[in-house]
Nanobody, 127 residues
Framework: QVQLVESGGGLVQAGGSLRLSCAAS????????MGWFRQAPGKEREFVAG????????YYGDSVKGRFTISRDNAKNTMYLQMNSLKPEDTAVYYC????????????????????WGQGTQVTVSS
């Protein structure tokens, strides 16, 4: 199984940028489709972005389209989330997730489609 550790969260002003990283270990990273989710206090965990095992296909939640970019480097066993034009409503704990899949087209978007989760990293956007 794979272990996931997020990093890169922090406090940023509205309009600013952050890059989150998700480092994987314990299994062959390139056999997993990956995703980012977020959860704000009192709200359900929300899909942010997903990516296939080879990075060939990505998918984004409506609230982040055009602002966030998901990517991965299989040689470094790491996935990234570049977040630009941040808004206060982006404030949440951000989680990375993994599911074993070598589909070229399927991007998992639901929490129950993922088998492994990181511990989360806090992102706070001030107005």
């Amino acid at each position: 199984q794979v272990q996931l550790v997020e990093s890169g969260g922090g406090l940023v002003q509205a309009g600013g940028s952050l890059r989150l990283s998700c480092a994987a270990s314990g299994s062959i990273f390139s056999t997993y489709a990956m995703g980012w989710f977020r959860q704000a206090p009192g709200k359900e965990r929300e899909f942010v972005a997903g990516i296939t095992w080879n990075g060939g296909k990505t998918y984004y939640g409506d609230s982040v389209k055009g602002r966030f970019t998901i990517s991965r480097d299989n040689a470094k066993n790491t996935m990234y989330l570049q977040m630009n034009s941040l808004k206060p409503e982006d404030t949440a704990v951000y989680y990375c997730a993994a599911v074993r899949s070598m589909s070229f087209v399927w991007v998992a978007v639901r929490t129950d489609e993922y088998d492994y989760w990181g511990q989360g990293t806090q992102v706070t956007v001030s107005s």
